[in-house]
C-alpha cells in the first residue's frame, strides 16, 4: 500500500524560509519521480515542483522558480521542498504526489502560512 507521509508544514513571516519534507512507504521510491503541489483556499490544486527518480532533474513552477528548491534522497525515501523568500501568496496546504501505473497518490497534506 502506498503512503505518503508530510511534515514541516508551519507558519512563517514574508522573507522565510521553510522546509517540507514527505517519506514515501509500499513502492520503489527510486524508481518514480516526484511532486510537490498546493492548494489555496478557493484555487484549484497547482503543481509546484517536480523531480526525477535519480534526483538529476528539476522543474519548477514559475510562481516559484529561484526561490523553492525540490530535492530527494533515495536512500530514505524522502522528497523535500526548501522554501525561502517566502511571499503570502505561497499560503496554501501542500502536498506531496506520486503516480504509479495510473494511479495517483497524495500525501494528507501540510498547511503553511506565510503572515506577517
Known amino acids: 500500500q502506498v503512503l505518503l507521509v508530510e511534515s514541516g508544514g508551519g507558519s512563517v513571516q514574508p522573507g522565510g524560509s521553510l522546509t517540507l519534507s514527505c517519506t514515501a512507504y509500499?513502492?520503489?521510491?527510486?524508481?518514480?519521480?516526484m511532486n510537490w503541489y498546493r492548494q489555496a483556499p478557493g484555487q484549484e490544486r497547482e503543481l509546484v515542483a517536480t523531480?526525477?527518480?535519480?534526483?538529476?532533474?528539476?522543474d519548477y513552477a514559475d510562481s516559484v522558480k529561484g526561490r523553492f528548491t525540490i530535492s530527494r534522497d533515495n536512500a530514505k525515501s524522502t522528497v523535500y521542498l526548501q522554501m525561502n523568500s517566502m511571499k503570502p501568496e505561497d499560503t496554501a496546504v501542500y502536498y506531496c504526489?506520486?503516480?504509479?501505473?495510473?494511479?495517483?497518490?497524495w500525501g494528507q497534506g501540510t498547511q503553511v502560512t506565510v503572515s506577517s
Open positions: 504526489h506520486v503516480q504509479r501505473f495510473r494511479e495517483d497518490y
Open positions: 509500499g513502492f520503489t521510491f527510486s524508481t518514480r519521480a
Open positions: 523531480i526525477t527518480r535519480a534526483g538529476d532533474g528539476t
